[in-house]
Nanobody, 125 residues
């Protein structure tokens, strides 16, 4: 059974930074991973993704401000967030797939099999 646990959320002011982490208990089943976010009443949206070959994808609203990475043994996924804006406020979820790469749309929620419970990020103006 795959378990993903997010941490690192919190409250910051506009322009601030946060680093989210997501730990996996089964790196062999979480080969491709991604971060998503969701606000109440809206669909979950992809933020950033990384595959086995360390190819990354970013959503346009966060490109240049957020960086996705993982540690060498692939047990922990990170999301470095800088220049945060109020519109970044959301619950952030870690997601994973056993596929080595997701070519079609790495930021589509239906490409991922496993999900964490999320961590809240609140950015105040």
């Amino acid at each position: 059974q795959v378990r993903l646990v997010e941490s690192g959320g919190g409250s910051v002011q506009t322009g601030g930074s946060l680093r989210l982490s997501c730990t996996s208990n089964n790196p062999y089943s979480t080969t491709s991973m991604a971060w998503f976010r969701q606000v109440p009443g809206r669909n979950r949206e992809g933020v950033a993704a990384i595959d086995m070959y360390v190819r990354t994808s970013y959503a346009d609203p966060v490109n240049g401000r957020f960086t996705i990475s993982r540690n060498i043994d692939k047990t922990t996924l990170y999301l470095e967030m800088h220049s945060l804006k109020p519109e970044d406020t959301a619950r952030y979820y870690c997601a994973a797939s056993p596929r080595e790469s997701i070519r079609e749309d790495p930021l589509a929620p239906d490409q991922y099999n496993y999900w964490g419970q999320g961590t809240q990020v609140t950015v105040s103006s």
